[in-house]
T-cell receptor, first 117, second 110 residues
C-alpha cells in the first residue's frame, strides 16, 4: 500500500519568507509526527498529533513553527519568517495507534529538504 | 527516561553476520527497546523491537541481555543494502515520540 508521502521533496526559499510543508500519512493511521534532521542536531522531534487530542508541541523550536492536521489526515508544517538555521530535512511519520503501548512503530516519509538562503 | 549508548561506527563485509550493540543500563522493567535504521537519503525505517526475550523477523534478530541492560541487533548475512545508520531507541515515559541519538553508522564492504 501507499506509504507516507511528503511534498515538496525539495524547497529552496529566501530568508524571511514563510514555507508550508505537507504530509500525507498512511490511510487509517491516527498518530502523526514531525521530526527534523539537520547536520548539527541529528534527528529531533517537533510535534505529535493523536486523533482529536491536543497536539504535543514540546519539540517546536520557536513560535515561528506551527503545524495543523486537518480531518485527522493530512498535516501541514508551517515555518514563518524562515531563518538559515531552519535549513534541514523535515520528516513526517505516522503510526497506526497512538496511545501508550509496546509498539512504537512509526512509518516515515522521505522528507522535505528545506534550504533557506 | 532511559538513555542508550551505541558505537559511532562499525564496518563489516558482505555476506557476513553483523552484531550491533546497544547499552541501555537505565531501562525500566516494562520498557521496550526499538531499533530503526536510516538508509542514505531516506527516512528512518523500523527494524525490530523487543522486551525480554530474543526476537526475530525478516530483517534482523534482536538479542536482549538477561538483565536487559543491553541488546544486540543481529544482521545474519549483511548485504550492501544494509549500509545505514542504525538507531537503538530508548523508551520515553508518557510520550510517543522517538528519541534518536547518533546511532551506529554501518559500512558494508563488498
Amino acid at each position: 500500500g501507499a506509504g507516507v508521502s511528503q511534498s515538496p521533496s525539495n524547497k529552496v526559499t529566501e530568508k524571511g519568507k514563510d514555507v508550508e510543508l505537507r504530509c500525507d500519512p498512511i490511510s487509517g493511521h491516527t498518530a502523526l509526527y514531525w521530526y527534523r534532521q539537520s547536520l548539527g542536531q541529528g534527528l529531533e522531534f517537533l510535534i505529535y498529533f493523536q486523533g482529536n487530542s491536543a497536539p504535543d508541541k514540546s519539540g517546536l523550536p520557536s513560535d515561528r513553527f506551527s503545524a495543523e492536521r486537518t480531518g485527522g489526515s493530512v498535516s501541514t508544517l508551517t515555518i514563518q519568517r524562515t531563518q538559515q538555521e531552519d535549513s534541514a530535512v523535515y520528516l513526517c511519520a505516522s503510526r497506526e495507534g497512538g496511545g501508550p503501548g509496546a509498539k512504537n512503530i512509526q512509518y516515515f516519509g522521505a522528507g522535505t529538504r528545506l534550504s533557506v538562503l | 527516561d532511559a538513555k542508550t549508548t551505541q558505537p559511532n561506527s562499525m564496518e563489516s563485509n558482505e555476506e557476513e553476520p553483523v552484531h550491533l550493540p546497544c547499552n541501555h543500563s537505565t531501562i525500566s522493567g516494562t520498557d521496550y527497546i526499538h531499533w530503526y535504521r536510516q538508509l542514505p537519503s531516506q527516512g528512518p525505517e523500523y527494524v525490530i523491537h523487543g522486551l525480554t526475550s530474543n526476537v526475530n523477523n525478516r530483517m534482523a534478530s534482536l538479542a536482549i541481555a538477561e538483565d536487559r541492560k543491553s541488546s544486540t541487533l543481529i544482521l545474519h548475512r549483511a548485504t550492501l543494502r544494509d549500509a545505514a545508520v542504525y538507531y537503538c531507541i530508548p523508551p520515553v515515559q508518557g510520550a510517543q515520540k522517538l528519541v534518536f541519538g547518533q546511532g551506529t553508522r554501518l559500512t558494508i564492504n563488498p
